[in-house]
Protein backbone atom coordinates (compact mmCIF):
# COMPACT_ATOMS: atom_id res chain seq x y z
CA UNK A 1 0.00 0.00 0.00
CA UNK A 2 1.64 3.23 -0.75
CA UNK A 3 -0.59 6.99 -0.23
CA UNK A 4 0.65 10.58 -0.09
CA UNK A 5 -0.55 12.69 2.82
CA UNK A 6 -1.46 15.74 1.22
CA UNK A 7 -2.27 19.21 1.73
CA UNK A 8 -5.07 20.97 -0.36
CA UNK A 9 -8.48 21.18 -0.94
CA UNK A 10 -10.45 19.33 -3.77
CA UNK A 11 -8.06 16.56 -4.15
CA UNK A 12 -5.65 19.12 -5.37
CA UNK A 13 -2.86 19.82 -3.03
CA UNK A 14 1.54 18.85 -2.49
CA UNK A 15 2.86 15.54 -0.40
CA UNK A 16 3.86 15.43 2.96
CA UNK A 17 6.61 13.58 4.38
CA UNK A 18 6.75 11.40 7.07
CA UNK A 19 7.20 13.45 10.17
CA UNK A 20 6.55 11.75 12.68
CA UNK A 21 6.24 15.33 14.99
CA UNK A 22 3.06 16.39 12.75
CA UNK A 23 0.60 13.84 13.46
CA UNK A 24 -0.85 12.35 16.97
CA UNK A 25 -1.81 9.58 15.20
CA UNK A 26 -1.14 7.45 11.89
CA UNK A 27 -2.72 3.98 11.78
CA UNK A 28 -3.54 1.00 9.81
CA UNK A 29 -6.92 -1.25 10.99
CA UNK A 30 -6.86 -4.32 9.06
CA UNK A 31 -8.68 -7.78 10.23
CA UNK A 32 -9.35 -6.64 13.71
CA UNK A 33 -5.51 -5.46 14.32
CA UNK A 34 -4.14 -1.82 15.12
CA UNK A 35 -0.83 -1.57 13.60
CA UNK A 36 1.39 1.89 13.92
CA UNK A 37 2.16 3.41 10.48
CA UNK A 38 6.23 2.71 10.42
CA UNK A 39 7.97 5.16 8.75
CA UNK A 40 11.32 7.67 8.68
CA UNK A 41 10.84 11.19 8.93
CA UNK A 42 11.56 12.88 5.40
CA UNK A 43 9.75 9.53 3.49
CA UNK A 44 7.20 10.31 0.38
CA UNK A 45 5.42 8.67 0.00
CA UNK A 46 4.02 9.03 3.84
CA UNK A 47 2.39 5.57 3.38
CA UNK A 48 4.27 2.77 2.40
CA UNK A 49 4.08 -0.52 3.75
CA UNK A 50 2.99 -4.21 2.84
CA UNK A 51 -0.31 -4.54 1.83
CA UNK A 52 -1.16 -7.72 4.63
CA UNK A 53 -3.72 -9.15 5.62
CA UNK A 54 -6.05 -9.50 2.38
CA UNK A 55 -9.45 -7.25 3.45
CA UNK A 56 -10.57 -3.78 3.92
CA UNK A 57 -7.54 -1.54 5.20
CA UNK A 58 -8.43 1.57 7.16
CA UNK A 59 -5.64 4.16 7.47
CA UNK A 60 -6.59 6.72 10.24
CA UNK A 61 -4.08 9.81 10.76
CA UNK A 62 -4.62 12.79 12.95
CA UNK A 63 -2.53 15.51 12.23
CA UNK A 64 -1.18 17.89 15.02
CA UNK A 65 -3.01 20.75 15.77
CA UNK A 66 -2.14 23.97 13.45
CA UNK A 67 -3.22 27.85 13.83
CA UNK A 68 -4.78 30.34 11.22
CA UNK A 69 -4.96 33.93 12.01
CA UNK A 70 -8.34 35.98 10.59
CA UNK A 71 -7.44 39.69 9.23
CA UNK A 72 -11.22 40.32 9.39
CA UNK A 73 -14.46 39.17 10.15
CA UNK A 74 -15.60 38.66 6.60
CA UNK A 75 -13.30 35.78 5.67
CA UNK A 76 -14.25 34.00 8.86
CA UNK A 77 -18.00 34.72 7.99
CA UNK A 78 -17.85 32.98 4.38
CA UNK A 79 -16.27 30.13 6.11
CA UNK A 80 -19.06 29.94 8.81
CA UNK A 81 -21.51 30.12 6.11
CA UNK A 82 -19.30 27.19 3.91
CA UNK A 83 -19.43 24.87 6.60
CA UNK A 84 -23.08 25.66 8.06
CA UNK A 85 -22.17 26.75 11.58
CA UNK A 86 -24.99 28.77 11.89
CA UNK A 87 -24.77 32.68 13.96
CA UNK A 88 -21.34 32.24 14.85
CA UNK A 89 -20.98 36.09 15.13
CA UNK A 90 -23.50 36.53 18.14
CA UNK A 91 -21.41 34.04 19.93
CA UNK A 92 -18.12 35.63 19.00
CA UNK A 93 -19.54 39.11 20.49
CA UNK A 94 -20.85 37.47 23.36
CA UNK A 95 -17.78 36.25 24.24
CA UNK A 96 -16.19 40.10 23.77
CA UNK A 97 -13.94 38.43 20.77
CA UNK A 98 -12.18 40.97 18.45
CA UNK A 99 -13.33 41.03 14.76
CA UNK A 100 -10.39 41.47 13.20
CA UNK A 101 -6.69 39.83 13.62
CA UNK A 102 -7.74 36.90 15.39
CA UNK A 103 -6.85 33.08 15.67
CA UNK A 104 -8.03 30.16 14.53
CA UNK A 105 -6.60 26.38 16.02
CA UNK A 106 -7.41 23.47 13.57
CA UNK A 107 -6.58 19.83 13.33
CA UNK A 108 -7.37 16.93 11.00
CA UNK A 109 -8.98 13.69 11.63
CA UNK A 110 -8.25 11.72 7.97
CA UNK A 111 -9.22 8.26 7.34
CA UNK A 112 -8.45 6.50 3.93
CA UNK A 113 -10.46 2.95 2.62
CA UNK A 114 -8.07 0.91 0.93
CA UNK A 115 -9.29 -2.52 -0.55
CA UNK A 116 -6.37 -5.50 -0.79
CA UNK A 117 -7.63 -8.25 -2.64
CA UNK A 118 -10.93 -9.40 -1.63
CA UNK A 119 -11.18 -5.94 0.27
CA UNK A 120 -13.41 -7.98 3.07
CA UNK A 121 -14.36 -6.23 6.26
CA UNK A 122 -15.99 -3.37 7.72
CA UNK A 123 -15.19 0.21 8.42
CA UNK A 124 -14.89 1.29 12.84
CA UNK A 125 -14.03 3.48 14.99
CA UNK A 126 -10.51 4.44 15.02
CA UNK A 127 -10.03 6.47 18.21
CA UNK A 128 -10.57 9.63 16.75
CA UNK A 129 -11.88 12.19 18.39
CA UNK A 130 -14.29 13.06 15.23
CA UNK A 131 -14.85 10.61 12.59
CA UNK A 132 -16.32 9.54 9.77
CA UNK A 133 -17.27 5.89 9.52
CA UNK A 134 -18.43 4.24 6.63
CA UNK A 135 -21.40 1.84 6.73
CA UNK A 136 -20.78 0.63 3.12
CA UNK A 137 -17.69 -1.09 2.42
CA UNK A 138 -17.30 0.43 -0.99
CA UNK A 139 -15.48 -1.94 -2.21
CA UNK A 140 -18.30 -4.94 -2.10
CA UNK A 141 -21.07 -3.76 -1.39
CA UNK A 142 -23.98 -2.65 -3.22
CA UNK A 143 -23.75 0.56 -3.94
CA UNK A 144 -27.01 1.26 -5.80
CA UNK A 145 -28.75 3.21 -2.51
CA UNK A 146 -25.40 4.92 -2.21
CA UNK A 147 -22.39 5.12 0.07
CA UNK A 148 -23.40 4.93 3.66
CA UNK A 149 -21.19 6.77 6.48
CA UNK A 150 -21.96 8.21 9.72
CA UNK A 151 -20.17 10.67 11.68
CA UNK A 152 -19.01 11.21 15.20
CA UNK A 153 -17.51 13.59 17.90
CA UNK A 154 -16.05 12.01 20.88
CA UNK A 155 -18.63 9.69 21.72
CA UNK A 156 -21.75 10.96 20.25
CA UNK A 157 -23.60 10.93 16.64
CA UNK A 158 -23.53 14.34 14.40
CA UNK A 159 -26.80 14.79 13.52
CA UNK A 160 -28.79 16.95 11.08
CA UNK A 161 -24.73 18.18 10.21
CA UNK A 162 -23.62 19.14 6.95
CA UNK A 163 -21.19 16.44 5.18
CA UNK A 164 -18.80 17.81 2.09
CA UNK A 165 -18.29 15.53 -0.75
CA UNK A 166 -16.00 15.93 -2.94
CA UNK A 167 -16.42 13.35 -6.46
CA UNK A 168 -13.63 13.13 -8.39
CA UNK A 169 -13.63 11.42 -11.96
CA UNK A 170 -11.04 9.33 -13.80
CA UNK A 171 -10.12 12.49 -15.51
CA UNK A 172 -9.45 14.57 -12.66
CA UNK A 173 -12.76 16.55 -12.95
CA UNK A 174 -14.01 17.50 -9.28
CA UNK A 175 -17.72 17.63 -8.75
CA UNK A 176 -18.96 19.16 -4.74
CA UNK A 177 -22.30 18.47 -3.48
CA UNK A 178 -22.86 18.76 0.22
CA UNK A 179 -25.21 16.05 2.25
CA UNK A 180 -27.04 16.23 5.54
CA UNK A 181 -26.89 13.72 8.26
CA UNK A 182 -29.79 12.01 9.48
CA UNK A 183 -31.06 12.39 13.42
CA UNK A 184 -28.53 8.85 13.67
CA UNK A 185 -25.66 10.91 12.13
CA UNK A 186 -26.10 9.03 9.25
CA UNK A 187 -26.01 10.33 5.29
CA UNK A 188 -26.43 8.53 2.46
CA UNK A 189 -24.16 9.58 -0.79
CA UNK A 190 -24.60 9.00 -4.24
CA UNK A 191 -21.46 7.63 -6.54
CA UNK A 192 -20.72 6.91 -9.31
CA UNK A 193 -18.27 3.92 -10.83
CA UNK A 194 -14.55 4.53 -11.56
CA UNK A 195 -14.68 7.32 -9.34
CA UNK A 196 -12.74 8.81 -6.17
CA UNK A 197 -14.78 10.27 -3.37
CA UNK A 198 -13.75 12.42 -0.04
CA UNK A 199 -16.20 13.59 2.46
CA UNK A 200 -15.53 15.82 5.14
CA UNK A 201 -17.50 16.96 8.65
CA UNK A 202 -15.89 19.85 10.36
CA UNK A 203 -16.82 20.84 13.98
CA UNK A 204 -16.54 24.59 15.26
CA UNK A 205 -15.91 25.14 19.25
CA UNK A 206 -14.60 26.94 21.69
CA UNK A 207 -10.86 25.82 22.70
CA UNK A 208 -9.78 24.85 25.81
CA UNK A 209 -8.15 27.27 28.12
CA UNK A 210 -4.79 25.63 27.68
CA UNK A 211 -5.29 25.85 23.75
CA UNK A 212 -6.17 29.29 23.98
CA UNK A 213 -3.02 29.80 26.01
CA UNK A 214 -0.59 28.11 23.65
CA UNK A 215 -2.21 29.06 20.71
CA UNK A 216 -4.05 32.46 21.28
CA UNK A 217 -6.77 30.85 19.44
CA UNK A 218 -10.28 32.04 20.33
CA UNK A 219 -12.15 29.25 17.85
CA UNK A 220 -11.17 26.06 17.46
CA UNK A 221 -12.08 23.54 14.26
CA UNK A 222 -11.92 19.65 14.24
CA UNK A 223 -11.78 17.99 10.50
CA UNK A 224 -12.99 14.98 10.19
CA UNK A 225 -12.58 13.48 6.15
CA UNK A 226 -12.36 10.33 4.55
CA UNK A 227 -11.79 9.15 1.32
CA UNK A 228 -12.08 5.96 -0.59
CA UNK A 229 -12.88 4.56 -4.43
CA UNK A 230 -15.75 2.90 -6.16
CA UNK A 231 -14.29 0.00 -8.36
CA UNK A 232 -14.92 1.10 -12.36
Known sequence: MIADV????EFEGGPLPYISQRFAHFVDVADGK????????GDIPALDTA?????L???AYQARTATLNYENWEKFQRFVDHKDFGDVLSRHRARGLPEADFVEAYSRYSKSLIGVGNAAGADRRTGLQTEIVALTNPYTDDLSDGMRIQVFYRNDVRANE???VFEKSSSGEVAIFLVRTDDQG???IPVKAGHSYMADAVVLREP???LAKDTNAVWETLWANLTWGVPG
Do not use: D, L
Open 34 to 41: VVPVAGRN
Open 51 to 55: ATPEG
Open 208 to 210: SAR
Open 162 to 164: QVE
Open 57 to 59: HVI
Open 186 to 188: IAS
Open 6 to 9: VNGQ
